[in-house]
């Protein structure tokens, strides 16, 4: 199964920009639907954004026009820029690669990102 390693998360003022990157291993990465969640303190893990094997893409109303995620196959990598980003963005941030039709559901452990004035 593949195995997923995110990178990229930080420090950052309101108003600024990231991009988290998930690094994957171990299989085809094409053939996986991905995604990203994050979870702040006290609150459960909430979708962010995804993109299907196809390239097809869904995003939490909370993100819209703000994030953008996208996958790059040949280099086994998805990301999830990241702009105007608010406090209430602050959450550990998952990547997540699945293929539903064969039961299978992989999670990285998480990249932290805090937005602080």
């Known amino acids: 199964q593949v195995q997923l390693m995110e990178s990229g998360g930080g420090l950052v003022q309101p108003g600024g920009s990231l991009r988290l990157s998930c690094a994957a291993s171990?299989?085809?990465?094409?053939?996986?639907?991905m995604g990203w969640y994050r979870q702040a303190p006290g609150k459960q893990r909430e979708m962010v954004a995804t993109?299907?094997?196809?390239?097809?893409?869904n995003y939490a109303d909370s993100v819209k026009g703000r994030f953008t995620v996208s996958r790059d196959n040949a280099k086994n990598t998805g990301y999830l820029q990241m702009n105007s980003l608010k406090p209430e963005d602050t959450a550990v941030y998952y990547c997540?690669?699945?293929?539903?039709?064969?039961?299978?559901?992989?999670w990285g452990k998480g990249t932290l990102v805090t937005v602080f004035s």
């Open positions: 993109i299907t094997s196809g390239g097809s893409t």
């Open positions: 171990g299989s085809i990465f094409s053939f996986y639907d």
């Open positions: 997540n690669a699945r293929r539903t039709s064969l039961g299978m559901d992989r």
